[in-house]
């Protein structure tokens, strides 16, 4: 059961078999079609383009396509039980409109013709994998896509054929097709699930493995890949990797060993600059700030993510002794298996737990010490997502903004929550010219205060008194929504 007036939009389907990743194809980037690189790499990686930008009701920053209904291309890597059976599968989910109100509609039994929304069209076309695939990450949104498997294997597919495949008719009875050929294939002494491409160097990838060892590819032309050589530093397994958005040659690396490590990919001794303990236990994620670049999270296997300004890092120093993050927060139970900031925002993560929770956190709220607190439910928390056993990752939408994609055990959801003011309907986006959008990037990265720090730590192994403390952040959380819909409903 869940409230729908807690979500702009809603849309889940379960899986032909888990999934541990996802990612997000852009349609518009591949193809023969596609706009040409040029035009967008790197410059508009993570931002948006000026010439792509409307301002919404709330005078934000939007892609002029982010509307209803809404058309989602996305890839993920099957686990089978048998690993002969395994599938990159690339995925079209379409007219997903709005489900705010479905509940309403239902209430009152009545539906206006002019307004009936559509159901959403789900279609996927898949190609073999040999392996489980443990992560899978597209090339900025277009036809390559990288894997990271269970038999020691990087490779590099071109599914450009099968996204093609999914804007054709269907036509019944016709069989399958397999859409998309292995570019590359890099074998390893052990698996690994740490696997990021280069915001700022095309074609230029890591991938960090189980026995400790960083590897770096790059595209040498547009069919082959060269080994560019590796990075040791790290005593035990590499969780995951991450390039600097604003650094063409930093990497930020984190590690069952409990450090996060940042490399200088221009150094002759590959051997990380920067090192200092982060957790207390296995680092499991991270995730860079795209907006405020000095600004980096990470989550461990306890259920803690914490966020860390790079400014104050000693940078004449290896090992980082003194230094503590800017932002600490325990309120999940188990293991952060996934998180990301918001592209375009400064101050919002999402963070996916194993604990079968997905939260948003926006830290530019501002807490107001004369209002009453409570204490379980820190005020930068905005949002609670439900619903899905075990989920493995969660991706925002680069172009549309707050839409999530989530990954589990048993579904994939695509959900946008209800974080807006009240809608006026008769409202149209605005359109901006390219000085507004370039002096208001420039004001959210030179203000920094925008991100503050916040500690919030829950530790109970009572697990009743944990499922009311979850239960009380949904009614509060849904509460201001539920509030936001009465209010509207009123003015009818």
């Known amino acids: ?29 591949i193809g023969p079609a596609a706009t040409p690189r040029e035009s967008w790499f790197p410059s508009y990686v ?30 993920a890597g099957s686990q089978t039980l048998k690993k002969s059976d395994n599938k ?41 994998h040999r392996g489980c695939v443990n992560r899978i990450r597209s090339l900025h949104g277009t036809g390559l896509v990288a894997t990271w498997n269970d038999e020691n294997d990087v490779g590099v597919y071109d599914v450009t054929s099968a996204v093609e495949a999914l804007d054709e008719p269907v036509v019944p009875g016709k069989p399958k097709s397999f859409g998309g050929s292995k570019v590359a294939s890099f074998k390893h002494t052990d698996e690994g699930y740490a696997l990021d491409w280069s915001p700022l160097t095309w074609g230029r990838l890591a991938a960090g493995s189980c026995n400790s060892q960083i590897w770096l590819y790059r595209l040498a032309d547009d069919t082959q890949f060269i080994k560019e050589g590796s990075l040791q530093s790290h005593k035990k397994s590499v969780e995951d990797v991450q390039f600097s ?14 450090t996060v490590k940042l490399w200088d990919l221009r150094a002759t001794q590959m051997k990380a600059q920067i090192s200092f303990r982060a957790h207390d236990c296995d680092v499991n994620v991270l995730s860079w700030n795209a907006t405020s670049k ?26 980082q002794s003194s230094y503590d993050s800017i932002t600490r927060i325990r309120w999940h139970t188990q293991a952060i298996t996934s998180l990301q900031f918001e592209p375009g925002e400064d101050s919002v993560l999402a963070v996916a737990s194993a604990d079968n929770k997905l939260t948003i956190w926006d ?26 056993n075990n989920i493995k990752e969660l991706r925002f939408h680069p172009l549309y903004r707050e839409l999530i994609l989530t990954t589990a055990e048993d579904s994939y959801n695509i959900f946008r929550p209800n974080l807006e ?6 409202e149209e986006p605005q359109s901006v010219d390219n000085q507004t959008t370039e002096e208001e990037t420039k004001e959210r990265q030179e203000n920094p205060e925008r991100m503050r720090g916040a500690q919030y730590y829950a530790e109970s192994d009572d697990e009743e008194e944990e499922e009311r403390r979850i239960i009380k952040a949904a009614k509060k959380l849904n509460r201001g929504q539920n509030q936001k819909e009465a209010k509207r409903r009123k003015s009818q």
């Not at 007036?5 to 518009?28: I, N």
Request: aromatic share 8%.
């Open 421 to 426: 003011p009240p809608e006026d309907e008769d």
């Open 1 to 29: 059961m869940f409230d729908n007036s807690a979500y702009m939009m809603l849309h889940r389907a379960k899986v032909e078999w888990p999934c541990l990743s996802v990612d997000v194809l852009l349609r518009d980037r």
């Open 294 to 319: 000095f600004l980096l999270a990470s989550g461990d296997d306890k259920g803690e993510f914490r966020i860390w300004d790079l400014r104050m890092l000693d940078h004449k120093s290896l090992n």
């Open 46 to 75: 993570n931002t948006l383009d000026p010439k792509q930008a409307v301002k919404d009701r709330r005078g934000l920053l939007t892609h002029k396509k982010d509307k209803y209904p809404y058309t989602v291309y996305f890839c």
């Open 88 to 128: 990159i599968y690339v995925l079209k989910w379409s007219d997903m409109c709005k489900t705010l109100r479905d509940d309403e509609d239902l209430e009152s039994g009545e539906e206006d013709e002019e307004e009936e929304a559509k159901d959403p069209v789900m279609r996927f076309e898949s190609l073999p």
């Open 245 to 258: 958005p604003s650094q063409e040659h930093v990497l930020a690396s984190c590690s069952v060993d409990q």
């Open 363 to 388: 830290f530019s709220v501002e807490v107001d010490d004369a209002a009453p607190q409570e204490d379980d439910i820190p005020p930068q928390l905005m949002f609670l997502h439900q619903g899905q």
